[in-house]
């Protein structure tokens, strides 16, 4: 694909600001050494607009603009739950873990299970989640954007999936490694900026180009028409991709599993609540971030639905030549995860190709930079500060982040290449985590809101939820969509939690059992006003596209 001078002043001058903004919002005062909370927790000084916006950009990344555009050409609109269903699990969180996550003054999620739980369950979490991040997280929004950028630069052939690679290593390392979390959420805003306008621009160039006779309007009109099927969110047994959204499940089963876990306890989302400047701050920003995820959608899920009408050439579909051929695979198979950069390389201009790309790198970079922040955050907070130096000082605590923060990018970056071709990754991705996350998520559950919840309870139904889970997906004659297994994986772990708490202790709460108000979960009404309109559009998008 042939890219302009221009596109390539866009793109460069994309990088320079990021890198010089990340570097500027974190040098911090003047004769002010960077201590742990600077560095982890950006001073504790997030405005509830900084956390929205750096939600958004460290939740949306390769994984949604590839790998969920790939799904939308595959599956539909129906995709879109994942997004809009977030909209509303935000709001759940904001509500009732916030109170309690602010409230004890958190660096990290395992330091809650230290507080709630004990200190060997903390750290065997806290191992998890680093394995987690370094070995699935990065590596896959690594080789993602990775096989993007190869295709709107090269010919999509793989030549330039390791320069490219190294490229986003380097980006999200320059600022990142030395500004820490003040770096990653400041720079956030203008990424989040930056990858709405381009996925706008890519979504609605693509839809003006589906029809003959051009415009937007007309464009998704027609897609609508000639492929109905793609715009049910509701999908029935008959469909073939009923396993992946198992119907009406998708929003009373599964689905609540995956989002809590995601939203709820995961380090490299939830850091930047940690840092805001107060818990209303903390919970204006994720409702902020809800109407972000209501639009999502159109600019991730859409342009895979445009490039599934391109690809099938229905009658009154604009006809492009080598369209079958692209997305055709050696083995004959349908290659979906090339809609997004397949859909820029062909149908965006130059002049416009350089923004667009810089909005898809921005995705790819602020998600890598939350996640190398979050890894060194658990490193040095839960493993390096408690087991290795008790007496470190806090220019020791921050050189150490940076260190594993490094560290991690470079294992993830020899290990990227190595993913090879995996048909929807988003899919993929959300399967895998799911062996892990029921149990998790029943043992945060049970810790914040049942008092008789003791340590060997949690300690057995982690432990028990990876057999549960293992057992649901590989027993012969057990034939159940994953998200179903997730959802019965969780429900199990919790009866387990329930039953082996109450053999210990059947009278007495736990003795770190968290004490709860009526004063906990009240909120002000700028959220409550927020939580209503989310809500309300809610129930009319589900209502349009049942």
């Given at each position: 694909m042939?890219f302009?001078a221009i596109?390539?002043g866009?793109?460069?001058?994309?990088?320079l600001?990021?890198?010089t903004?990340?570097?500027?919002?974190?040098?911090?005062k003047?004769?002010?050494?960077?201590?742990a909370?600077?560095y982890?927790?950006?001073?504790?000084?997030?405005p509830w607009?900084?956390i929205?916006?750096s939600l958004?950009?460290?939740?949306?990344s390769?994984e949604?603009?590839?790998g969920m555009?790939g799904?939308?050409?595959?599956?539909?609109?129906?995709?879109a739950?994942?997004?809009?269903?977030?909209?509303?699990?935000?709001?759940?969180?904001?509500?009732?873990f916030?109170?309690i996550?602010?409230?004890?003054?958190l660096y990290?999620?395992?330091?809650?299970?230290?507080q709630?739980?004990?200190?060997?369950?903390?750290?065997i979490?806290?191992?998890?989640w680093?394995?987690?991040?370094?070995?699935v997280n990065l590596?896959s929004v690594l080789?993602?954007?990775?096989?993007?950028?190869?295709?709107?630069?090269?010919?999509?052939?793989?030549g330039l999936i390791?320069y490219?690679i190294?490229?986003?290593?380097?980006?999200?390392?320059?600022y990142?490694?030395?500004?820490g979390?003040?770096a990653?959420?400041?720079?956030?805003?203008l990424?989040v900026?930056m990858l709405?306008?381009?996925g706008?621009i890519?979504?609605l160039?693509?839809?003006d180009?589906v029809?003959?006779?051009?415009?937007i309007i007309?464009?998704?009109n027609h897609v609508?028409q000639?492929t109905?099927?793609?715009?049910?969110?509701?999908?029935?047994r008959?469909?073939?991709?009923?396993?992946n959204l198992?119907g009406i499940a998708?929003?009373?089963?599964?689905l609540?599993v995956?989002n809590?876990y995601?939203w709820?306890?995961?380090?490299?989302?939830i850091q930047?609540?940690?840092?805001?400047k107060?818990?209303?701050?903390?919970?204006?920003g994720?409702a902020f971030?809800?109407?972000?995820?209501?639009?999502i959608?159109?600019?991730?899920v859409v342009?895979?639905?445009?490039?599934?009408?391109?690809?099938?050439q229905?009658?009154?579909?604009?006809i492009?030549?080598?369209?079958q051929?692209a997305?055709s695979?050696?083995?004959?198979?349908?290659?979906?995860?090339k809609?997004?950069?397949?859909?820029i390389?062909?149908?965006?201009?130059n002049?416009l190709k350089?923004l667009?790309?810089?909005?898809l790198?921005?995705?790819i970079?602020s998600?890598?930079?939350s996640?190398?922040?979050?890894?060194s955050?658990?490193f040095?907070?839960?493993i390096?500060?408690?087991?290795?130096n008790?007496?470190?000082?806090?220019?020791?605590?921050?050189?150490?982040g940076r260190?594993t923060?490094?560290?991690?990018?470079?294992?993830?970056g020899?290990i990227?290449?190595?993913?090879?071709?995996v048909p929807?990754?988003?899919q993929y991705i959300?399967?895998?985590?799911g062996?892990?996350?029921?149990?998790?998520l029943?043992?945060?559950?049970?810790?914040?809101?049942?008092?008789k919840?003791?340590n060997?309870?949690a300690?057995?139904g982690?432990?028990a939820?990876?057999?549960i889970?293992f057992?649901l997906?590989?027993?012969?004659?057990?034939d159940l969509?994953?998200?179903?297994?997730?959802?019965?994986?969780?429900?199990i772990t919790i009866?387990i939690?329930?039953?082996v708490?109450?053999?210990?202790?059947k009278?007495?709460?736990?003795?770190?059992?968290i004490?709860l108000t009526?004063?906990?979960f009240?909120?002000?009404?700028?959220f409550?006003i927020s939580?209503y309109a989310i809500?309300?559009i809610?129930v009319?998008?589900?209502?349009i596209f049942?």
């Amino acid at each position: 694909m042939e890219f302009s001078a221009i596109d390539y002043g866009i793109f460069i001058g994309y990088i320079l600001v990021i890198v010089t903004l990340g570097l500027w919002v974190s040098r911090g005062k003047k004769g002010h050494e960077k201590n742990a909370e600077d560095y982890f927790l950006a001073g504790k000084s997030l405005p509830w607009w900084a956390i929205g916006a750096s939600l958004i950009a460290a939740n949306i990344s390769a994984e949604q603009f590839i790998g969920m555009s790939g799904s939308g050409f595959a599956i539909g609109l129906a995709i879109a739950s994942y997004e809009w269903m977030s909209a509303l699990t935000l709001l759940i969180v904001a509500k009732y873990f916030m109170p309690i996550f602010i409230e004890k003054k958190l660096y990290t999620i395992p330091e809650f299970v230290e507080q709630r739980f004990s200190t060997n369950l903390k750290t065997i979490l806290a191992v998890f989640w680093i394995a987690l991040f370094v070995f699935v997280n990065l590596t896959s929004v690594l080789f993602l954007g990775a096989k993007a950028v190869d295709t709107i630069l090269g010919n999509g052939d793989g030549g330039l999936i390791i320069y490219a690679i190294m490229g986003l290593a380097f980006i999200a390392a320059a600022y990142s490694l030395y500004g820490g979390l003040s770096a990653v959420a400041w720079t956030d805003v203008l990424q989040v900026a930056m990858l709405v306008v381009g996925g706008l621009i890519t979504t609605l160039i693509a839809l003006d180009h589906v029809t003959p006779d051009g415009g937007i309007i007309a464009g998704f009109n027609h897609v609508i028409q000639v492929t109905p099927e793609k715009f049910q969110m509701i999908l029935s047994r008959d469909n073939s991709e009923y396993f992946n959204l198992p119907g009406i499940a998708v929003l009373i089963g599964g689905l609540w599993v995956a989002n809590l876990y995601y939203w709820g306890f995961n380090q490299y989302i939830i850091q930047r609540a940690l840092a805001a400047k107060s818990l209303p701050e903390a919970q204006k920003g994720l409702a902020f971030a809800g109407f972000l995820k209501l639009i999502i959608p159109l600019i991730v899920v859409v342009p895979g639905i445009v490039a599934y009408v391109m690809f099938a050439q229905p009658d009154g579909t604009t006809i492009i030549p080598g369209v079958q051929e692209a997305f055709s695979s050696t083995n004959g198979s349908i290659n979906y995860d090339k809609s997004y950069p397949w859909l820029i390389s062909v149908f965006v201009p130059n002049g416009l190709k350089g923004l667009v790309l810089a909005a898809l790198v921005a995705a790819i970079v602020s998600s890598l930079a939350s996640m190398l922040n979050s890894t060194s955050t658990i490193f040095t907070m839960d493993i390096y500060k408690p087991y290795l130096n008790k007496t470190a000082g806090e220019k020791q605590v921050v050189f150490t982040g940076r260190v594993t923060a490094a560290i991690a990018l470079i294992i993830a970056g020899f290990i990227a290449p190595l993913l090879g071709n995996v048909p929807q990754m988003f899919q993929y991705i959300q399967e895998y985590t799911g062996l892990v996350s029921p149990g998790i998520l029943a043992v945060f559950l049970m810790g914040l809101f049942w008092k008789k919840t003791t340590n060997i309870g949690a300690i057995a139904g982690v432990i028990a939820s990876i057999l549960i889970a293992f057992g649901l997906k590989n027993i012969p004659g057990v034939d159940l969509p994953w998200m179903d297994q997730m959802m019965y994986t969780c429900l199990i772990t919790i009866v387990i939690i329930m039953g082996v708490s109450l053999s210990a202790s059947k009278q007495d709460d736990d003795a770190k059992a968290i004490i709860l108000t009526n004063k906990t979960f009240k909120t002000g009404p700028g959220f409550n006003i927020s939580a209503y309109a989310i809500m309300i559009i809610l129930v009319a998008l589900y209502a349009i596209f049942w």
